[in-house]
């Protein structure tokens, strides 16, 4: 790739919508955390925890995972997570920020779900105060757990209402269809809760139908496995369902062997509203400009690619129509320099 398009990639106005904000937890901010709130972690040094993100599949990483989110405890924890992602979403010009966080990876550990979300609120609240940064925030059900556990999560999260755009749904997916999730899907979109869910990254294709006819969502995460199943393909090409592919992710959890073989291009020819994001950074190898430029130089993509990515990632967000066209006019703004 030349460093003119490297530049643009960097540079170019974007969205991120898929992004877990304990993903962004570094090694370092988990062992400073652990010494603040005198955690024991099961590894000696930060060099030890990074030599064990060497994942085999999702599980795999879902297990380091939770043990790095074990030093969450105060409100201030959560805020300083939340404002590092940011700094790095800045230097990225991420402009609008959709984040997941997992109430239950906390509240099942006897911290409070206002603990939690106050301190990625106020962290999100900051960054729109001191750089205009936009953004919100979208709770994820564990679908490794009962839904039982997710419709008391929805009932702890009424007194908050007002700071969550909408839900998702993640954690292990094999196993765990969407079809599970029925009933508090059906609660949220009563409440006026936009709705996601991960779905066709470890799971087959059929996940991602029943995802859209059962659970109503508006945005698969992942979904790259839509293309073994043409139907499907065309089905969300049609709807422009917007799928938050992640491909460091991808990499680092199996699903293609080498960043080569990602199948991004495919996608963006079958006519999908495909966005690039980083999922879990801190473990996936980079933030979304890294996910850009990895994807990029391993694969025939150009500018107009470039183009086309930047203009999705505001068009599937969940801005009011308004301050979409203001960022779309960004976009076409910078491509036309
Ligand atoms: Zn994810």
């Known amino acids: 790739m030349d460093a003119a398009l490297r530049e643009t990639l960097k540079q170019m106005p974007k969205a991120e919508l ?10 370092e901010l988990i062992f400073a955390l652990a010494e603040r709130n005198q955690v024991k972690l099961n590894y000696a040094s930060v060099e030890e925890l990074r030599r064990a993100y060497a994942f085999t599949d999702l599980q795999s990483f879902l297990d380091i995972y939770y043990a790095g989110a074990s030093v969450l405890l105060k409100e201030q924890d959560f805020y300083d997570m939340t404002w590092a992602y940011l700094q790095h979403a800045r230097e990225d010009n991420v402009k609008h920020a959709e984040i997941f966080f997992d109430p239950q990876t906390h509240t099942d550990r006897g911290v409070p779900f206002g603990t939690a979300i106050n301190g990625i609120h106020r962290a999100l609240k900051d960054a729109r105060a001191e750089w205009g940064m936009s953004s919100a925030i979208i709770m994820c059900f564990l679908r490794h757990l009962s839904e039982e556990a997710a419709l008391e999560t ?7 209402r007002d700071k969550i755009i909408g839900v998702g749904l993640d954690s ?3 196993g765990h269809p969407p079809e599970k999730f029925a ?3 059906a609660r949220c979109k009563e409440l006026g809760l936009r709705l996601v869910a991960h779905a066709g990254e470890e799971g087959p294709p059929e996940y991602i139908r029943t995802a859209l006819d059962l659970l109503k969502v508006e945005r698969i995460d992942h979904g790259v496995r839509c293309l073994e199943d043409p139907a499907l393909t065309q089905r969300l090409a049609r709807d422009k369902v917007p799928l938050t592919v992640c491909p460091l992710s991808n990499i680092k959890l199996r699903v293609f062997d080498k960043v080569g073989d990602h199948n991004l291009v495919k996608l963006l020819d079958a006519g999908l509203t495909v966005t690039v994001n980083s999922d879990d950074p801190a473990y996936f190898g ?3 400009n890294e996910n850009f430029v990895q994807m990029f130089d391993a694969l025939p993509l150009d ?17 009011d129509a308004q301050a979409k066209q203001k960022f779309l006019d960004e976009v076409d703004a910078f491509f036309e320099q």
């Not at 929805?154 to 908050?160: D, G, V, W």
């Not at 690619?305 to 203009?311: G, K, Q």
């Open 303 to 319: 500018k107009n690619h470039a183009y086309r990515l930047a203009r999705n990632s505001f068009a599937a967000s969940f801005l």
């Open 172 to 174: 292990s997916e094999r």
């Open 183 to 185: 009933r508090v899907f």
């Open 154 to 160: 929805l009932e702890q999260s009424m007194p908050y």
């Open 286 to 288: 980079g933030y979304v």
């Open 18 to 27: 898929h992004m877990h904000i304990e993903g962004s937890l570094e090694p």
